[in-house]
Structures are given as structure tokens and as C-alpha cells.
């Protein structure tokens, strides 16, 4: 077991190293401040020994699906069979959190839950009852600071913990999990693309529901839609080709414009859905950790094999400079061409890929326009080989 750390007092309004690019996930709001420099994936990029770290190798970049999705074992598309009430899929990270805590393999769950105002606004709780980890059902789509955390565990004494959070927290965690005095850490990931502050949340909402009041959750899904589910149980779509790209390209962090883990590479095990198809999510099991957690909900799971059909590369060049534009379809036209981009477009595995080459050129561009010194040292080689791709902006 690593030598433990020692907490140091900390002084209010800790400082942001990261400045502007500061994704907020909470290391600054503890004594583990002291290992920022190191520890923050935006001042700090060291993907490759981290990886190295935590699965024992880097990915391959030879081997295309894990120059996108990073280190795994397998990849499989899954739902529970007897969904959680109130989920937001079918609660597969609910249920893994609680069958781990009630089976004793971890004696605590670093999850998110909201604040009794407000459904979005995102509050980390260190879970110690299945009650506590329920209680934290459904994504919040804003930046949240689960590693403020950090000093509690200590003070907590715990030494089993389950972390479930998304790239740039894990990260900083697995940068300073020596330090943490943990006989087991696991690790459930999430995918995590576009993250917003919650007044940039507002705007969206505001800017594309019919009803922002009532929306429960919502998610960019692989039938080319915006889902919102709505309190009265209904659930809106709005085609991507239709959201007003001209009014939302700032609401997104500058942290978020800035990353290129969008699969959660150092998670021991990913749940997301945009390799799975509609309905289904998409679980990637990085290493034998992972692996441990998905056989001890394996029964409760309906499985299938992921699948890839179609062809990303010219979508994913159109929209380039789309995006750049700030180019807004009327709505008729929107959901034509999301009639026929679900029809035939790119889907499982390769609208994966499409998702993560669209978002992988937008970032490039953005730190090769706002922070050209960090382009070279910050973007990974697996994000440098996908971009390479295709023709940028010349600027």
C-alpha cells in the first residue's frame, strides 16, 4: 500500500492552475492541490503512462479500435433485464455500484447526486448505502467536482472504494492514486463529450426544448436525435442537424473543447451507449478489474455482440466546416437528412467512431487556435492519428 498522504491545510478560493481550461473536477478544492501540476490533464498530459499504469500497456494505434476506444479486453452491447426505475437507460452503473457495496467489495462510491433545488445542479457524495448511491440515478450534464472528495476519504478511513466519474477527474485521480492510502481502487466510467457550466446548461435547454422547465434528462443518441425525457414521462426529439450551432458554439467549457478522452481510457470499466444500438449501452471492459465488475451483474444483463455498419469519413468531413460556420438547418430539412443519415449512415462501432472524429477535429482546431504552445504536448498521439484524417481549416 502507497504511503499515505498528509492532509495540508487549505486556504479559501483555492486557485485554478488551469485557468481557463479548468474542467472543475475538484483536486483544486482539497489538500491534493499539491499535486496539480502533475495530476491535471490540462496542464499535464501523460495518457500514455497512465495507461501504462493502470492496464499495464498503452493502447495500440495500429489496431484501430483501440486507437479510439483505448485499452480493453472486450466490448459488448448490454441492458438489464428488469430496468431501475428512474434511470436514465436501464441503470446498469446504479446497479454494479450497489451490488458492489451490499457484496463488500468496496466500503464506499464516489457518485453524483443533485441538489434539492435543482435536478441538474451536480452535488458528489461519498456513497456509503445503496439508498445514498439510488439516490444518484441519472446524468448531470454539468461539470462537476467529484474529487472534492478527496480529503473526506481520507478523514473517512476507508480502504475499498468504487470512483464513477468521467475522463478528466480520473485523470487527476489516477495521477495521484499513490497517495490515496487505498488497498483497492475500482473505477466505472463514463463517456463524456460537450460538458457545460450550469448556466450554459440553461441556455441549451432554453435554446432547444419546447419545454426547458420540465426536461428530467436528456442525451445526443445514435438516431441523429436529442432525446429529452420530460416529467410527464414524454420524450421530445430534436434533430442535431436542427440545434442552433450559432448560439450554442460558446456554451461549451473551454476544458471540454480541449479534450480527447471521450471514452474514459484509464476507467477499469466504461458504460456509455454510442457503440450500442438504440436502446442498448455500450460497455467496454478495459482490464481484469472491469472484467470482476460486469461478471457480478452479468445475470441481471441482457448481452449481445457489438456491431459497426456504414462509413463515417464523409459526414465527418461535411461537418467540419459546418460546425466552424456555425451553419443552422431549418427543422424540415434537419429532420430529413436525420431520416436519412439514421437510414444510412454510420452505426454501432463506426457511429462511435463518427462521434469521436467529429469532436476530435473540432477540439484540434480549437487548441490550435487558443492555445497553439500546448498543441504538440497536449494532444495524444491516438487523437493526432485520428485527426490526421481529414482536411482542417487552414485558418
Not at 460558446?250 to 444500438?277: E, H, K, Q, R, T
Request: aromatic letters at 8%; one cysteine or more.
Amino acid at each position: 500500500m502507497a504511503a499515505h498522504h498528509k492532509a495540508r491545510p487549505l486556504k479559501s478560493n483555492s486557485p485554478r492552475p488551469a485557468k481557463q481550461l479548468c474542467s472543475e473536477c475538484g483536486l483544486c478544492d482539497t489538500s491534493y492541490i499539491h499535486y496539480v501540476k502533475e495530476a491535471c490533464a490540462f496542464l499535464h498530459q501523460q495518457f500514455d503512462a497512465l495507461e501504462t499504469q493502470t492496464h499495464g500497456r498503452q493502447r495500440t494505434l495500429a489496431n484501430e479500435n483501440e486507437c479510439y476506444f483505448g485499452v480493453h479486453e472486450t466490448m459488448v452491447a448490454a441492458r438489464k433485464k428488469q430496468p431501475i426505475p428512474g434511470a436514465q437507460w436501464t441503470g446498469i452503473v446504479t446497479t454494479i455500484a450497489i451490488k458492489m457495496l451490499n457484496a463488500g467489495w468496496v466500503e464506499g462510491v464516489v457518485c453524483v447526486q443533485n441538489t434539492p433545488e435543482d435536478r441538474f445542479q451536480p452535488r458528489p457524495v461519498l456513497a456509503r448505502t445503496a439508498a445514498d448511491i439510488f439516490a444518484a440515478r441519472v446524468n448531470k450534464p454539468t461539470l462537476s467536482p467529484n474529487l472534492n472528495l478527496l480529503d473526506e476519504i481520507e478523514r473517512s478511513g476507508l480502504r475499498r472504494l468504487l470512483v464513477i466519474g468521467v475522463g478528466c477527474q480520473i485523470q487527476a485521480l489516477r495521477a495521484v492514486q499513490k497517495h490515496l492510502g487505498l488497498e483497492e481502487l475500482y473505477v466505472l466510467g463514463t463517456p463524456c463529450v460537450d460538458n457545460v457550466t450550469r448556466a450554459g446548461l440553461q441556455k441549451f435547454l432554453e435554446t432547444t426544448s419546447r419545454s426547458p422547465q420540465t426536461v428530467v434528462h436528456y442525451e445526443f443518441m445514435q438516431d441523429y436525435q436529442v432525446h429529452f425525457k420530460h416529467e410527464d414521462g414524454s420524450v421530445e426529439k430534436v434533430p442535431f442537424f436542427g440545434l442552433n450551432t450559432r448560439e450554442l458554439k460558446d456554451i461549451f467549457a473551454p476544458s471540454c473543447l480541449s479534450c480527447f478522452d471521450y471514452v474514459n481510457g484509464l476507467a477499469d470499466l466504461v458504460v456509455g451507449y454510442m457503440g450500442a444500438p438504440l436502446g442498448w449501452q455500450w460497455l467496454v471492459v478495459r482490464n481484469e478489474r472491469g472484467q470482476g465488475m460486469l461478471d457480478l451483474v452479468r445475470d441481471e444483463l441482457e448481452m449481445q455482440p457489438v456491431t459497426s455498419q456504414g462509413q463515417r469519413h464523409q459526414a465527418v468531413q461535411q461537418s467540419i466546416p459546418a460546425y466552424d460556420q456555425g451553419v443552422t438547418l431549418p427543422m424540415w430539412a434537419a429532420r430529413w437528412m436525420g431520416v436519412v443519415i439514421e437510414k444510412l449512415g454510420p452505426k454501432g462501432l463506426e457511429y462511435a467512431r463518427f462521434s469521436i472524429d467529429s469532436h476530435f477535429t473540432r477540439n484540434y482546431l480549437y487548441v490550435r487556435r487558443h492555445y497553439p504552445q500546448k498543441l504538440a504536448s497536449h494532444v495524444p498521439e491516438f487523437a493526432k492519428k485520428i485527426v490526421s484524417q481529414y482536411r482542417l481549416p487552414k485558418d
